[in-house]
């Protein structure tokens, strides 16, 4: 059997992959902070430990790979968007957890019925986080200082291993958030003090909150304690977060391994820079599927390219795989998978090459092998929601109608924060009346529609 190579952020060397235990096989990876609509950079890491994931039961078995990705749910950007909606914290993370759940699901992730997948919320793992940060002032690795406390990197010897630097060429690099009570200025947060109104937990240093980092560090401890086999992300995360959750978790636990194996996606990009909420360039996985691009689509394009290359989202790229999900489709209806493909097995080994197992997929098309060809399609996360494309397709949404729809929910939206609920109604019975509903939420109104309703199609009865 061909080995699983990857290669290991560590040291950036592909090398064989060897679990510490092939019958408990053990993948961390650092999940989203909700408060927001995932954009479709925030997808990509999820698409590819999905397919990692999916490697790694095939090889070991699928009740021996335990896959933990949490939801950051305490964080300041979240206590500022609650503010700003006038929504308590609480409905704010659910109902983005919600929306994350779905979209995922429409790319083929969905573990609501996956008994070795777990999604720890950090708001339930504060405790863990207490005691880990105790440890680490106990061992001298973190100090106290006007409510706050704070990791002492100068501490940590190995500190800045992972991406191969120094503490003063960071220093030098970063950002650096700079603080009177900082000993050093790469130091970074544990806990820190919350006002009455910020969500806190009561600790020996007061009411506070926890930092991002120990969220990891303690919950990948509680899932699977002090060596594990995989820690995965993008790579915009090796620092300062992964930095820092190894210091942590090392400083706590000095005779464990921590994570043995990182592996980290490249970024999307738009026009050549990283996609992001902060520089304002970036799409949800929602707005695409409200464009009747289907998550198969979008999926075939993530898996088209290396996860260690940046990608591009393209028109051209995207109109392609259009061509290809519908012909793949088309000639594997009513066929019965032979199973999945060795060779689309072997180039998943070779530190996870998704892009060549897309090509021995074409390759099988043009063979005629539609029965591998299913089989290594089905493996990969295609079609597994088999009328999705079908839906779309009778249903496709021109983009003018989608934009007159979308700029409709907007004045619909005006109206309702202004209490004209006359115009409000009127709109939302005017895009019934062709199959379009809405439902309400605190945030955003959402729509689906349905291709069966008789005027459905009929866009002019929008004007
Ligand atoms: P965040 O919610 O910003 O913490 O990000 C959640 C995940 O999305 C992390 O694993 C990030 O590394 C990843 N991520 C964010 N932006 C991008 C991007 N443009 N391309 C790929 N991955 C991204
Ligand atoms: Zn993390």
Not at 163 to 190: C, H, Q, W
């Amino acid at each position: 059997m061909t080995a699983i190579t990857f290669t290991n952020s560590k040291n950036q060397q592909r090398c064989e992959f060897v679990p510490l235990n092939p019958g408990n096989v053990r993948l961390y990876v650092c999940g989203p902070t909700v408060y927001d609509r995932a954009h479709l950079g925030n997808a990509r890491p999820v698409v590819v430990f999905d397919v990692l994931y999916r490697l790694l039961k095939h090889v070991y078995g699928h009740e021996c790979v335990t896959y933990a990705r949490n939801i950051t749910d305490i964080d300041d950007k979240i206590i500022e968007r609650a503010a700003a909606l006038e929504i308590s914290i609480d409905r704010l993370t659910t109902m983005t957890t919600e929306w994350f759940h779905q979209d995922m699901a429409a790319l083929g992730v969905d573990y609501r019925d996956d008994p070795n997948f777990f999604e720890p919320r950090a708001t339930d793992f504060v405790a863990d986080m207490l005691s880990m940060i105790e440890q680490l002032v106990a061992k001298g690795h973190a100090y106290v200082a006007e409510g706050h406390v704070l990791f002492s990197v100068k501490s940590y010897s190995d500190y800045g291993a992972l991406s191969g630097r120094t503490v003063d060429e960071m220093i030098a690099g970063a950002r650096v958030e700079i603080a009177p009570y900082k000993r050093n200025p790469m130091d970074f947060v544990l806990w820190k003090p919350s006002t009455e109104e910020q969500p806190g937990w009561d600790s020996s240093w007061g009411r506070g909150r926890p930092g991002w980092h120990i969220e990891c560090s303690a919950m990948s401890y509680a899932f699977f304690g002090d060596s594990f086999d995989i820690h995965g992300g993008g790579g915009d995360l090796m620092f300062p977060h992964h930095e820092n959750e190894i210091a942590q978790s090392q400083c706590c636990h000095p005779n464990g391994e921590f994570a043995r194996y990182w592996l980290h996606n490249e970024m999307l990009r738009v026009d050549g820079k990283k996609m992001s909420k902060s520089l304002g360039n970036f799409f949800t996985v929602r707005d695409l599927l409200n464009q009747g691009i289907s998550g198969d689509e979008i999926r075939l394009v993530f898996m088209s390219t290396h996860y260690r290359k940046p990608m591009n989202w393209t028109e051209e790229k995207l109109e392609q795989a259009k061509v290809t999900v519908n012909k793949w489709r088309e000639l594997t209806a009513g066929v019965e998978s032979s199973g999945t493909p060795e060779t689309v097995l072997d180039a998943l080994k070779q530190d996870l090459n998704s892009s060549l197992a897309i090509t021995e997929l074409h390759q099988l098309a043009a063979k005629g092998d539609i029965e591998a060809l299913k089989g290594g399609a089905n493996f990969l996360g295609l079609f597994q929601t088999p009328d999705q494309k079908q839906k779309t397709a009778d249903a496709a949404i021109p983009i003018s109608a989608i934009n007159r729809i979308e700029s409709l929910i907007k004045q619909r939206t005006a109206a309702r924060s202004i209490s004209d609920y006359r115009l409000a109604d009127a709109i939302r019975d005017n895009l019934a009346s062709i199959g379009i509903t809405l439902t309400d939420d605190v945030v955003e109104s959402t729509w689906s529609y349905d291709p069966d309703h008789p005027n459905f199609g009929r866009w002019e009865l929008l004007d």
